[in-house]
């Protein structure tokens, strides 16, 4: 620093106002003396020693379980010892809690994290599940006690036994209740075992033998209550009890009289987990004497039938019991032509992993909804047989060339892209059936997400395994195109099941297929689907999205059996507003947008059936083999058509070129270097010409011969783009409500990160989509300066370029008609009132048939909820709990 530039100080960046002057510390090299120099620290070498010896000590040693019982009560104030807790249970229950422990470069061995059960967790497993039907008694008449009452102030000392011979034994249990931990006396003998005792009064043992603690089992109801509406937190359960009873004068203490740091968190987990269990198990019995009764009231209405009646059938029991609404009907076989007996959707959802390390469990658990890993194992090994053996002669109800457009566009429907890193996850997703009212019927685990159809398959044979054998099915499905030609290729499923299955595609992912697919699988152009629209499957994954970072790391088998506890409670929910379902889709769905539907036919002034007539006209039109032809044309075509998109941009760039030289006054040796590319970039430009006339589109389409040849290579191209720009739209379509159900509630919230992003993506394609409209629009403006009506080919209309009247314009939807018409045009084709009559008849015939189908589903209802209240008359009858 020179002596004339004033040194700046810490007081010179003082100022009366703004932020004042920016004072940066002068740089300076370190003193290597300092910073390189090793220090040996005074004692540092004997402590590490003392720290090895006693960690040796440790891990030979064998821990001894404490004896010594409390032999007061707690009180606010008091602590209790940690030689009273829990001690039998050894085995960690949250495996994501075990962490793998870097190993430290000293002579001691390092341990290997353990992921599969070991013979004391065996064993562990063993006991829980022998303990668990003997409490079943105790805790239903627990509850019967206790239901609609205020919750019972335990005694100091509990027992269940009124026997004067009895020799009862003492036991000390800390006890966890809302407001308090306490310890408490158990009294048990050879009549009521401890376990039962506790449970008889409410209290949950966390372990199998010889427990030291408890958990109030109204505790437990209210955090299996709390977990059906959030994620499975123990962890933080635990904390909360701690800090609650810290806070009203509670504390647990070790034996030297210190704070303990995590008390209760090992006990809760058993104790959720195990409580969880004899609860199943307690609705399986319930279930089971149930059932026994409705055996008997239905062999008693069979011997009451009519002669020559139709005789009933029914679904079996646990589907009746999921969705009576969907199940509990008696008489089944309507064609699937006209929508069959019972609609069900299909999706599979990849963030639902399991992590390999995480390892697992021993069995404690039989999933209720997800199916055997050797069921669908046996099914994928079916398929790979059958898809070997020459392919079956099919009629296809839809062009070939359609449907593998279809099949490109859904990353769904191709087996060869991998959904998720097979690395780390031994399981890589669900796939899901529900039924019409949003209810999940089963899951199964997607372990090779290279091959989808094996789960979709797995599960429509076992749905159908389980319905009468004249009962019809509708599958929804966001690939059902795709799928419903593999089946009729190959003899994947019995014909007795095709026979009675129908595809259709689910609503939303309707309008990203092909136009002749939707005219077959759209639900909304489909006969008697009703408003049945498949979508359910998304109000399931937003349920069990919580769940998602927890089952990654839990074991694999507490992972199944989180997911199944959602289940069963989403499934319990929609069975009770199954009536209200039925009353919203009523007002909402019915005479909404039946009366919309109604108004449009109005408008119209067009006869029913002649709308009729020639709707039957263009399905068949449109559905035919010579209407995708040019799908054949596709690759060849869209090479011209990208090869002359390039030259176009070259051609604007040497405009732009000559544009800018010709004002800077260039040189003549630069201008005679761009008129060489401009003579080259012409010859190129005719060289297209002759490429595109060599793909000799009136050969391939006879019928065009006559017409002008630019008129045909303009109708094609504005044909390909305007497929472009439906996919384009529709994409921006399906952000744009995504944002929009975000901030009307109907969905989870974005966040501000997601919603930026998904704001940043739709500004950045939507240039794209403009531009690709003004194009087409352009190519619509060059056919009608071309077109002469004797051709007879109806011209394309413009599209507007605003995507609010986009989203709303039905023409984007068709496709361009590229072959001449014999006669007159078709009405459908060319009147747009019989265009929009087309679409209010349909829409009006879904309303009526879907009223139809609420009314058949609220008979199900009555007589399920009738047939329910005679079975319980019945066994409360003989006994009472």
């Known amino acids: 620093m020179s002596s004339s530039t004033p ?10 106002s703004g932020l004042g002057s920016h004072f940066a510390s002068p740089r300076k090299a ?30 030979k040693s064998q821990p001894e379980e404490p004896h010594s019982q409390l032999s007061t009560q707690a009180t606010p104030n008091d602590t209790v010892t940690a030689e009273h807790m829990d001690t039998d249970n050894i085995v960690e229950f949250h495996t994501e809690d075990v962490d793998e422990q870097p190993s430290l470069e000293i002579s001691v061995k390092s341990v290997q994290r353990r992921i599969m059960p070991d013979q004391l967790t065996n064993a562990l497993y063993k006991n829980w599940l022998a303990l668990i039907p003997t409490l079943v008694d105790p805790v239903l008449r627990y509850f019967g006690r206790t239901r609609g009452k205020a919750l019972e102030n335990i005694h100091p000392v509990i027992s269940a036994c009124g026997k004067s011979s009895c020799s009862p034994k003492r036991t000390t249990m800390l006890c ?39 958990v109030s089992m109204d505790l437990l109801s209210f955090y299996r209550a709390l977990f059906e509406r959030s994620c499975d937190a123990i962890n933080a359960l635990a904390s909360a009890l701690k800090n609650h009873y810290s806070r009203r004068g509670y504390q647990m203490t ?12 090992r006990g809760l987990g058993y104790a959720v987990q195990w409580y969880d269990i004899l609860q199943v198990e307690v609705e399986c019995q319930v279930e089971m004497v149930i059932q026994q009764h409705r055996d008997h009231i239905a062999k008693h209405q069979a011997s009451l039938q009519v002669p020559n009646s139709p005789s009933p059938t029914q679904c079996a029991p646990l589907r009746v019991q999921r969705c009576p609404a969907c199940f509990a009907g008696i008489l089944h076989g309507r064609p699937t032509d006209e929508g069959g007996d019972i609609h069900v959707a299909m999706d599979g959802n990849f963030h639902h992993r ?11 658990y039989n999933p209720t909804y997800f199916l055997p890993k050797s069921y669908v194992d046996t099914i994928g090994r079916h398929i790979d047989m059958q898809r070997k053996r020459p392919v079956k002669s099919h009629v296809p109800l839809v062009p070939d060339e359609a449907v593998d457009q279809c099949e490109n566009a859904y990353e769904a429907a191709d087996g060869k892209k991998q959904k998720a890193a097979m690395d780390s996850f031994d399981d890589t997703g669900i796939m899901a059936l529900i039924c019409r009212h949003d209810i999940p019927l089963f899951f199964a685990n997607i372990d090779s997400p290279g091959e989808q159809q094996k789960y979709s398959v797995a599960l429509l044979q076992h749905f159908f395994s389980l319905l009468p054998p004249e009962a019809t ?22 014909v007795s099941i095709t026979s009675r299955l129908r595809f259709a ?15 077959v699988y759209n639900p909304r152009i489909c006969v008697g689907l009703g408003l049945s629209d498949g979508e359910g499957t998304e109000h399931l994954w937003f349920r069990l999205v919580r769940l998602i970072g927890v089952e990654r790391t839990s074991s694999r088998q507490r992972r199944l059996w989180l997911i199944d506890w959602q289940a069963v409670a989403i499934a319990s929910e929609m069975r009770i507003d199954l009536g209200d379902w039925i009353k919203r889709r009523l007002k909402r769905g019915i005479k909404e947008q039946g009366s919309a539907a109604q108004d449009a036919l109005d408008r119209c002034e067009v006869p029913i059936e002649e709308l009729q007539s020639e709707w039957s006209k263009q399905r068949q039109s ?43 006054m260039a040189s003549d040796d630069t201008l005679e270097a761009l008129e060489s590319l401009e003579r080259g970039h012409d010859r190129l430009m005719n060289k297209v010409e002759a490429l595109y006339s060599s793909l000799n589109v009136h050969d391939r389409f006879p019928e065009l011969d006559g017409i002008n040849l630019e008129f045909v290579r303009t109708l094609l191209m504005a044909r390909d783009l305007k497929m472009n720009i439906r996919k384009r739209a529709i994409a921006s379509f399906f952000e744009w409500d995504k944002l929009d159900q975000a901030v009307g509630g109907a969905q989870q919230a974005l966040g501000t990160k997601l919603h930026q992003q998904t704001r940043k993506v739709i500004s950045k394609r939507q240039p794209a989509l403009m531009s690709a409209i003004r194009k087409f629009n352009s190519y619509c403006e060059r056919l009608d300066s071309l077109y002469d009506p004797s051709w007879g080919i109806p011209l394309p209309a413009p599209l507007p370029t605003k995507l609010v009247e986009l989203r709303s314009d039905p023409g984007l939807m068709e496709d361009i008609w590229i072959t001449p018409s014999v006669g007159e045009v078709p009405r459908w084709l060319d009147d747009t009132s019989i265009r929009d009559g087309i679409r209010g008849l349909l829409k009006r015939d879904r309303c009526r048939e879907e009223q139809v189908r609420l009314g058949i589903e609220a008979d199900n209802l009555c007589r399920f909820f009738g047939n329910e209240l005679a079975h319980l008359k019945i066994r409360v009858g003989r006994t009472t709990f």
């Open 505 to 519: 595609t689910t609503a939303m992912h309707a309008y990203g297929h092909e136009w002749a697919c939707q005219l």
């Open 7 to 16: 040194r700046r100080t810490r007081k010179a960046q003082l100022a009366s």
């Open 473 to 494: 099915v509708i599958a929804l499905y966001d690939v059902g195109c795709v799928l419903a030609r593999t089946l009729s290729k190959y003899d994947i499923l019995s």
């Open 176 to 214: 966890l209740f809302f407001d308090r931990f306490t310890s408490i006396d158990v009294l048990s003998c050879t009549c009521s075992t401890l376990h039962q005792v506790l449970v008889h009064h409410g209290l949950f043992p966390t372990a199998p033998s010889q427990p030291r603690m408890a």
């Open 30 to 59: 370190r003193d290597k003396r300092k910073t390189q120099t090793v220090v040996e620290l005074p004692g540092a070498e004997t402590k590490r020693h003392r720290l090895l010896a006693a960690m040796e000590r440790l891990m």
């Open 354 to 364: 399991h992590r390999r390390a995480a390892g697992d469990c021993p069995s404690f």
């Open 254 to 265: 070790n034996a030297q009289g210190e704070l303990i740091q995590d008390p209760f968190r």
């Open 622 to 664: 449109q559905l035919s083999i010579r209407a995708h032809t040019p799908a054949r044309l596709k690759k060849e075509l869209d090479t011209v058509l990208a090869l002359q998109a390039d030259l176009d941009a070259s051609d604007k760039a040497l405009q732009t070129t000559r544009a800018m030289l010709e004002k800077d």
